[in-house]
């Protein structure tokens, strides 16, 4: 069997997850075949027309954030399928995403990305990992000892995903009460993701100007200006130039007025706050995290 997936990672939560199901795939003797769509210059698949042509399996793996897809790749998703499809019209496809507090996206989103060439999900798989929002001062997220208790979770049930895909069986994970809250949270955090990029900033007196938030951007949204960066809307909010700059300079949502320094926030109202929160716990307590 054949399995080619088409993957973005900002943070390396995604990238592991389709790597070790790779390495747990080739065990039971599937054929897998990984891309990384910044990888892919201007999605052209001219390099890949075979590669999709003798998939079984065609996958997307992907980050979630505020209970959707990265822009980056529902623009991706959207462009491609059309040429996919064009392809290879027997192929069956897979969701792979990652998430750090719950999966608000859900299967009936990724059933209405596919009802442009009139295809269903055959799986559906969900891996709860690391968040990688700033979420605390010091930039640590969870313990090393947390996060290895959660990827061996994770590698248990890509065991069970393998079983069921050999099986030739559908695998549909995450339903629940918690895909009609991902509405509520996307409609909330809706704008405050696409404006992400207003509230971050790069601490001058800290920043080296080593250029590697610069480098490792996905969507080339950081640009060098004067002795400093300064962010685009072209942002798709992967967070991956605050979780690897090497001296922490730059911050979300936060103001160093201390330093002369003020960043825009785009601010959830008090109401919007009260109602996250009440969804956190009424998740929690329904166990369906």
């Known amino acids: 069997m054949k399995i080619l997936i088409f993957y973005f990672s900002g943070n390396g939560n995604t990238k592991w997850t389709v790597e070790t199901f790779e390495e747990i795939a080739r065990e039971k003797y599937f054929d897998v075949e990984l891309m990384s769509i910044e990888d892919m210059v201007g999605w052209d698949f001219t390099s890949y027309h075979n590669s999709i042509k003798n998939a079984d399996i065609i996958g997307f793996g992907t980050p979630i954030y505020g209970s959707n ?19 290879n019209k027997n192929a069956t496809y897979m969701f792979m995403n990652t998430y750090g507090y719950v999966n608000g996206f859900g299967i009936f ?26 979420s605390r001062k010091d930039h640590s ?21 393998c079983e069921f895909i050999e099986g030739g069986k ?17 409609n909330l955090l809706r704008k405050s993701i696409e404006n992400n990029y207003k ?18 951007c996905p969507t ?13 809307d072209s942002c798709t909010s992967c967070m991956r ?13 936060k103001y160093s007025g201390e330093n002369g320094y003020k960043q825009y926030r785009n601010r959830l109202s008090s109401f919007q706050g009260f109602i996250i929160f009440i969804l956190m716990i009424y998740l929690k307590v329904m166990s369906i995290y």
């Open 241 to 253: 130039c605050y979780n690897n700059c090497p001296v922490q300079a730059i911050s979300v949502g």
């Open 69 to 87: 897809l990265p822009r980056i790749m529902t623009s991706f998703i959207q462009t491609i399928l059309p040429q996919i499809d064009k392809i």
């Open 109 to 134: 989103k990724a059933r209405q990305l596919l009802k442009a060439i009139n295809k269903k999900p055959k799986v559906y798989f969900n891996a709860k990992l690391f968040n990688s929002a700033p």
């Open 141 to 161: 997220q969870i313990t090393e000892n947390e996060l290895a208790k959660r990827k061996a979770v994770v590698i248990l049930k890509l065991k069970k995903l």
């Open 220 to 232: 080339k949204s950081i640009i060098k200006e004067g002795d400093g960066i300064c962010f685009s």
């Open 170 to 186: 559908t695998y549909i994970k995450g339903l629940g009460p918690h895909l009609v809250i991902g509405i509520i949270i996307r």
């Open 199 to 216: 509230a971050m900033i790069c601490d001058g007196n800290l920043c080296t100007d080593c250029g590697k938030c610069i480098v490792e």
